[in-house]
């Protein structure tokens, strides 16, 4: 590292971090075929969750601080881990991601592929909705239909592979999909929910009524959402078993409030604390979880506009940055610099062989001046308030030694992820992405071509991302992933940063709960 950005960094940006997620366990194999269990779904393949969870004392009340306020807790407009917290506390779906990582069934007795095109899917006996209603595969369908018809969804045209839905007796149905997609199971893993007869796009964004672990009471805008423990739930060790009677997800975007909110007793958990702060927090009455999770951060380009057109300057906005030193200062000593998109080995995808961009900053400065631009080139930086402001500027000032002038643009995060395809958005912007177990869901919307939320075109590699889509043998898919892994390094759609850590802090009290592998913070003990 140059002594010049090892003081700058040091001396006027050792003050802050940002980590995104929470811990992820040891990948495995499982019966449906995946790695990961997300996979390939090979035919008549079927996986069962039957395990009980262990009982814990229940605590009248659960406290947890937030990073800010969810953007929505309709199942079909949540796009992140706040809102997933809260989707997830108060929804179950067919299907969820176990602690292992894995895909298992949740609500579902069972989940198999009958053939490349269809997956037939069991129900539990004897599961209701928080209204006493009971559930039938017709609340499959109508979160199936949900998701369909919700086309201002960013993840809408996921579930359009889905053609028919076929009840055969009211606790089996059919999907059949157009094209085959062993990729579907983990996108229902996440966004799709068992919805009650009866539901609204209005109550699903003010009273919405589900089968998951907690009854939804009340949301109050800018402070919290009330949830009180659903008695008749049935758990399982997918998701797990309530551990309070009542939780409060309360919002607090400032780090030194959640960690004083903390030491005060007044918070049980909180999310998102800064690496300078862990010391304060472990000297009170709590504990810091911090580990890597199966999610990586990058700064998208958007490469249908000059100069990003160009792969020189896209290879020089990676080699001009030195982000092992920044990922220690503001991440983590787990944090380390990124080859490509996927974190490790726990990814689909991964390649272990692919090195990861040199810092070199003369390099860097050399392809600027030969795709012509001696004289540096000037470009907006957008991130989002969850990010530091030092973290920014030092990026900046570090693409500044080679002539890149960035001016850094802070947007709200629900501002940041309605601008994803916006053609007057600035070309850069700091991303992450969790869980990547199966990357599906992140190429085909962000670097496909005709993605929702693309501004990158390769045909290389929209042909990879579309055969790995219809590969169900899953060492064929993640051989098309190694592939594509390398095409898009060599390309640089994107600055590839770090994996990301989670690092939250947690008091005696709460010590029941436990972090999860798919970044939920959920009220829940496995």
């Not at 810091?288 to 990003?308: D, K, L």
């Not at 030969?370 to 000032?397: R, S, W």
Request: aromatic share 8%; with cysteine; hydrophobic share 45%.
């Amino acid at each position: 590292m140059h002594k010049t950005h090892e003081t700058q960094i040091e001396n006027h940006l050792r003050r802050n971090f940002m980590t995104i997620g929470t811990a992820m366990t040891r990948r495995r194999l499982i019966g449906i075929g995946g790695a990961a269990g997300i996979g390939g779904f090979a035919p008549r393949a079927q996986v069962t969750a039957r395990q009980e969870t262990p009982e814990v004392d229940l605590l009248r009340e659960l406290v947890i601080d937030l990073a800010g306020d969810p953007v929505s807790i309709d199942p079909a407009f949540a796009y992140s881990a706040r809102d997933w917290s809260i989707v997830h506390s108060i929804y179950d779906g067919l299907i969820a991601i176990a602690e292992d990582g894995t895909i298992q069934p949740l609500a579902a007795e069972r989940l198999e592929a009958v053939d490349e095109l269809t997956f037939e899917a069991k129900l539990r006996e004897g599961l209701t909705f928080h209204d006493g209603a009971p559930v039938t595969v017709d609340a499959v369908i109508r979160g199936i239909k949900h998701l369909q018809a919700s086309e201002d969804s960013q993840v809408s045209a996921l579930f359009s592979t889905i053609t028919e839905m076929n009840r055969v007796d009211d606790l089996t149905v059919h999907i059949l999909c157009d094209a085959p997609s062993p990729w579907l199971p983990a996108q229902m893993a996440v966004w799709h929910m068992l919805l009650p007869e009866g539901y609204t796009a209005e109550s699903l964004s003010s009273s919405p009524v589900g089968s998951g672990p907690y009854r939804f009471v009340t949301w109050e805008k800018g402070s919290h959402v009330e949830l009180e423990r659903f008695v008749e739930y049935q758990p399982t060790d997918v998701k797990g078993a309530p551990i309070a009677d009542r939780v409060l997800y309360r919002f607090v975007p400032e780090a030194s409030t959640r960690v004083a909110d903390l030491l005060s007793g007044s918070a049980d958990i909180a999310v998102n604390i800064p690496l300078d702060q862990h010391e304060a927090v472990e000297s009170g009455d709590a504990t810091i979880v911090s580990e890597p999770i199966v999610g990586s951060a990058w700064i998208r380009i958007a490469t249908n506009t000059e100069p990003f057109d160009d792969v020189r300057v896209r290879r020089a906005l990676n080699m001009a940055l030195d982000i092992d030193a920044i990922a220690q200062v503001f991440v983590s000593d787990q944090a380390r610099r990124l080859a490509s998109l996927h974190p490790d080995e726990r990814s689909m995808g991964f390649n272990p062989e692919l090195e990861p961009y040199a810092y070199d900053p003369e390099a860097a400065s050399g392809l600027l001046e030969e795709a012509g631009y001696a004289e540096g080139i000037d470009v907006v930086f957008e991130v989002t308030t969850a990010v530091p402001q030092a973290m920014a500027e030092a990026m900046a000032a570090q693409w500044a030694e080679v002539g890149i002038r960035a001016e850094i643009k802070v947007s709200e995060l629900a501002e940041f992820n309605a601008a994803w395809g916006d053609l007057s958005a600035p070309p850069l912007r700091m991303s992450t992405w969790s869980p990547l177990y199966d990357p599906y869901t992140l190429l085909s919307l962000v670097f496909a071509g005709e993605g929702f939320l693309s501004r990158y075109d390769n045909p290389e590699v929209d042909e990879l991302i579309a055969a790995a889509a219809t590969a169900t043998d899953p060492e064929k898919r993640a051989a098309l992933y190694r592939d594509l892994a390398v095409v898009m390094h060599e390309d640089a759609p994107a600055v590839f940063l770090w994996n990301l850590v989670a690092s939250h802090g947690v008091t005696e009290e709460a010590s029941a709960w436990e972090p999860r592998g798919d970044q939920y913070v959920l009220p829940l003990n496995r």
